[in-house]
């Protein structure tokens, strides 16, 4: 069984999710556009739908205001497994990858320099 991470950037009206492997870090499905209603949300579980059952799929929200919410009661009792993530995570995270791309372009050119 692979495992698949869904991330969503929540908004007020309408969310935008993205999904993953986990393993080769390939996106299976890229920006799904759904709103934010009961139609929006079935949007996206027939995505979900079509992947879980040869698949175990987490999904992980960032926790901004309220919006949220709802979506995300809606998945847990659909029994997906929903994670909140923080914004000062995110935000680490999205540092460390930057600064990790920029170590890897030192290190590239230093091998050219070397090799």
Avoid: W
């Amino acid at each position: 069984m692979t495992k698949l991470f869904c991330g969503i950037d929540v908004a007020k009206y309408k969310h935008v999710a993205s999904i993953y492997n986990l393993s080769t870090g390939e996106i299976i499905l890229d920006s799904i556009h759904f709103d934010n209603n009961d139609q929006g949300f079935n949007t996206l579980l027939s995505s979900l739908s079509k992947l879980n059952k040869r698949n175990e799929i987490l999904i992980g929200f960032e926790s901004t205001s309220h919006y949220h919410q709802t979506l995300f009661n809606f998945l847990t009792s659909k029994k997906y497994k929903c994670y909140l993530i923080t914004p000062y995570k995110t935000s680490k995270f999205r540092s460390i990858s930057r600064l990790l791309t920029y170590m890897y372009k030192i290190s590239n050119y230093f091998i050219k320099i070397i090799t």
